[in-house]
């Protein structure tokens, strides 16, 4: 059995919309198709996502190429940021350096780094107990850094982080061994 963690596709950005949410843009339902072609995608027996729009919309397009149902569970849900809400793109990134400089501390009222990476770990733990096939965790990039970098057993740390919206890595459950690294999924070239 393996894990994919899978890092939602490109939103449409609604600033007067609550972020969690804001919907997949043209470009990330683009690249959700070339997500459900994937090879391992047929050998998934078990799909879990948070509870935000595009983590939700995009296991949903993955539990039905596979005839699953999806299961939710909060605990995968992205950082909560509704203290600052939307923020324009340069606050957004300053605010997110500090969350992941400073993980002990809250980054403007932001979840801190250390929380929202026990309350993942836990989440992972849950969704692959007793799992029939490879099992798809679908998330914030954000929250994917932070699982990947316990796993790494190295502290949370920004630069491990998707490649961009619509990324995937695996994991063995078992022995915590990354089995392949960060891969942006999309057309080919």
Do not use: K, N
């Amino acid at each position: 059995m393996l894990v994919h963690v899978v890092t939602h596709p490109e939103v449409r950005v609604e600033p007067q919309v609550p972020v969690p949410e804001w919907g997949l843009s043209e470009a990330g339902r683009e690249r959700l198709r070339h997500l459900l072609a994937q090879p391992w995608v047929p050998r998934l027996g078990r799909v879990v996502t948070g509870t935000e729009r595009t983590a939700v919309q995009t296991a949903a397009a993955l539990a039905a190429t596979v005839g699953l149902p999806v299961a939710v569970d909060a605990g995968l849900g992205g950082t909560d940021r509704s203290a600052t809400g939307f923020l324009p793109s340069e606050e957004f990134d300053a605010a997110a350096e500090a969350f992941f400089a400073r993980p002990e501390e809250s980054a403007r009222g932001w979840e801190r780094a250390v929380d929202a990476q026990r309350r993942v770990v836990a989440a992972a733990g849950r969704a692959v107990a007793g799992a029939d096939g490879d099992v798809a965790l679908v998330c914030h990039g954000g929250v994917g850094t932070l699982l990947l970098c316990a796993l790494l057993g190295v502290p949370a740390d920004r630069r491990l982080g998707q490649p961009g919206h619509g990324s995937v890595f695996a994991y063995d459950p078992v022995t915590r061994r990354i089995t392949r690294p960060w891969v942006r999924v999309g057309p080919p070239g």
